[in-house]
């Protein structure tokens, strides 16, 4: 028993290693690495990828094809077909796990990349044009209640709505040249996918001027105490 599991960990570390050697996945990281680049694993036009059980991302059959290659060394000779489909089972639930968690952080920081490089070209725009910070915030309540009104959901949680609304908004950037609804855009990116209003300050009347402060006596220190 002790030596069957054994080997069903040895076989399994084994898969793994080829696995990290394979040139398509080998690849695939490499490509991940730029934040730009397409995240799926590139593979042969014969070697369509397997949407069972989950692991999508690996190509179809790698972690059989190596199972059944080390099936036939010593080292794992007389093994049975039972510990050979768990150690691929092993094998493919690791790999699962740790792509998906791969394509989760990239995802999240080409989502930044994104938002970074929208918002910094608000400078660009706000210096080519003259529209007040009441126009861009006008339009935002307008962008904002143009996409409630195309886009209605029902059911659908806070983080589920935020999501979304930050996806259209890029959408609609990116094919928007309309500068004042650019702007608006990047106004409700920068503040949550929410019109956040500036304070205004009062208008003071005609021939009103503010009292300059004078400072208090000793005395009227005392009596204010």
Known sequence: MCERAYQH???VDQISEQIKQNPDVINWIRTTQD?????SITTDTNQDTDTKQGHSWLPK????????????????EGMSGRSCTSATERVEEMYESWIATHQKLISQIRGKERWLSVVKS??????????????????????????EAENESEDESVDAYNRRVFNILFDKFDTTEDVLSRRAMIHLLKNGGKVRLEPRKPRKRKGVQDKPSQAMTLEERLAAN
């Open 122 to 147: 608000d400078a660009e725009l706000a210096e080519n044009s003259n529209f007040s910070q009441l126009e861009v915030e006008s339009r935002a309540e307008q962008v904002l209640s143009e996409i």
């Open 9 to 11: 960990t040895i076989l």
């Open 61 to 76: 059959g790698l972690v059989q094809k190596l199972c059944d290659h080390l099936k036939e060394t010593p080292q794992f």
């Open 35 to 39: 934040v730009k680049a397409p995240t």
